[in-house]
């Protein structure tokens, strides 16, 4: 085989024209990008203020509490322990989460693909939009929720997750794994809009 | 960031290629749809590492189709196995054959080691000069010589003897 009937082989092989909606696809999201950037660093601002509240917090309660002032300092620093554990926590989880929701995970709703199902989400919360049913909420913390948390709904190992939504099992697999397969807990509210 | 116009146009000059490269990196057009979607999204993130004075907006997209292709863990062995080109049905007999032959390339071509594969789907079917390649695989000119030569040794050797039997 010489090179030009290699290269007539080689033709043969015709990639299909690109689909028509990806154009519409991806101008829709021209805005969502634009968004994200400003959501990055909203997170950024959140987190700076949430850890000077903290610590803001820690100082009035040591100086107004009876205790003695190494028992505040210990109190303190304990609770700053557990507020950087917990915030390093977040941004592990939120870590994968981001990893999981990018790497276009399939979706599966009582066995079922769905190509037809959102997926989306920021930090340690995901969502799910199913047409005509609505959107879950979907935390991989506990910490999402300000008040108290729903009932343990499902599981997350990084590369599925896996939850009940209503009375529908909901199955979202990826094709790789992120993290190094802690089993997360899944908490679900929802759903909340239509 | 890049305006709205930009962006259109950036669109709708690059994403046929774009779309090519990766459908005949993963074999599969879902996976290509997706890939060039996130590759567009790409360019909007405040993190993009574009540079318009240091690279030309097609290599550094071709860059993120292979980068976000490597990033899809797909086993090649499956790829190659969900290629399912249509049959030519304008005549009976070679046709068939012809339809396996093109089966087969696409097979043979999703085969080669991915540092092969790129460099032989940017220069075959992208027909891009070696310099360009070099700049979107980031290696060489040289190694991209080298890689095409052998690309194209092992896809000689693999389809000569479908060519042998057609007319």
């Not at chain 1, 005509?132 to 506990?142: F, I, N, P, T």
């Not at chain 1, 939850?163 to 802690?182: D, L, P, Y």
């Not at chain 2, 146009?9 to 459908?23: K, N, P, T, V």
Request: hydrophobic share 40%; with cysteine; net charge neutral.
């Amino acid at each position: 085989m010489n090179d030009q009937e290699l290269d007539e082989a080689l033709n043969r092989w015709k990639a299909p024209a690109t689909p028509t909606p990806l154009r519409a696809r991806v101008l829709a999201d021209y805005p969502r990008g634009e968004r994200r950037g400003r959501r990055d660093l909203g997170r950024l601002l959140r987190w700076s203020l949430a850890m000077a509240a903290v610590l803001g917090v820690l100082a009035i309660a040591s100086a107004q509490s009876g205790g003695g002032a190494l028992e505040n300092l210990g109190e303190g620093i304990n609770r700053l322990h557990m507020n950087t554990i917990n915030w390093i926590h977040d941004l592990w989880v939120g870590h994968i989460a981001s990893a999981f929701r990018n790497s276009h995970p399939r979706i599966y709703v009582d066995g079922e693909l769905r190509s037809d199902a959102e997926f989306g989400g920021s930090g340690v919360g995901v969502w799910l939009r199913l047409p005509g049913e609505g959107k879950y909420l979907v935390a991989l913390r506990r910490t999402v929720f300000e008040g108290p948390a729903p009932p343990r709904a499902g599981r997350f190992d990084g590369h599925v997750l896996e939850f009940k939504a209503g009375e529908r099992t909901v199955r979202i697999e990826s094709t790789g794994t992120f993290g190094f397969h802690e089993r997360l807990p899944v908490y679900v509210m929802g759903p909340v809009d239509r | 960031m890049i305006s709205l116009e930009e962006f259109t146009r950036a669109y709708d000059e690059h994403h046929a290629a774009m779309f090519r490269f990766a459908y005949r990196l993963t074999g599969l057009a879902a996976d290509a749809e997706d890939i060039v979607h996130e590759c567009f999204m790409g360019l909007l993130r405040p993190g993009c590492g574009f540079d318009a004075q240091r690279t030309p907006l097609r290599t550094y997209l071709l860059g993120a189709v292979r980068n976000q292709a490597a990033k899809r863990f797909r086993r090649r062995e499956d790829a190659a196995a969900e290629v399912n080109t249509p049959p030519d049905r304008r005549s009976p007999e070679t046709q068939a054959l012809r339809a396996e032959m093109e089966d087969s390339v696409a097979r043979a071509v999703l085969g080669l080691p991915d540092a092969q594969r790129e460099v032989l789907i940017l220069a075959h079917y992208e027909q891009m000069p070696l310099a360009e390649i070099a700049a979107v695989v980031g290696i060489e000119v040289g190694a991209v010589k080298s890689r095409l030569q052998r690309a194209r040794g092992a896809l000689r050797e693999v389809l000569s003897q479908y060519q042998e039997r057609l007319p």
